[in-house]
């Protein structure tokens, strides 16, 4: 079992900066691959970034150049620094990964970009 806890989310204007974080628990060492996704009102949950345990990142077309996904495997923690944010970025942003079939998510935190 794996525990996914998010914060970091909050209120920001266009062009500002947020950091998120997430923190695993629990059989941490199963996890290889660590996501952010984000789910805006009425949308579809979609990935925003990929991070494997060894650094290797993978990010959406609609945030390169402006988001930045890192992890810390000591701490078990997941980071994605967002800049120069766009009020099309407001959602609610989860932390995920996936071990042996099983999914695990967090419970999300809200990320709203004032225009």
């Known amino acids: 079992q794996v525990q996914l806890v998010e914060s970091g989310g909050g209120l920001v204007q266009a062009g500002g900066s947020l950091r998120l974080s997430c923190a695993a628990s629990g059989s941490t060492f199963i996890i290889d691959v660590m996501d952010w996704y984000r789910q805006a009102p009425g949308k579809q949950r979609d990935l925003v970034a990929a991070?494997?345990?060894?650094?290797?990142?993978n990010y959406a077309n609609s945030v390169k150049g402006r988001f930045t996904i890192s992890r810390d495997n000591a701490k078990n923690t997941v980071y994605l620094q967002m800049n120069s944010l766009k009020p099309e970025d407001t959602a609610v942003y989860y932390c995920h990964t996936r071990a042996f079939g099983v999914n695990y998510w967090g419970k999300g935190t809200l990320v709203t970009i004032s225009s």
């Open positions: 991070i494997t345990r060894g650094g290797t990142t």
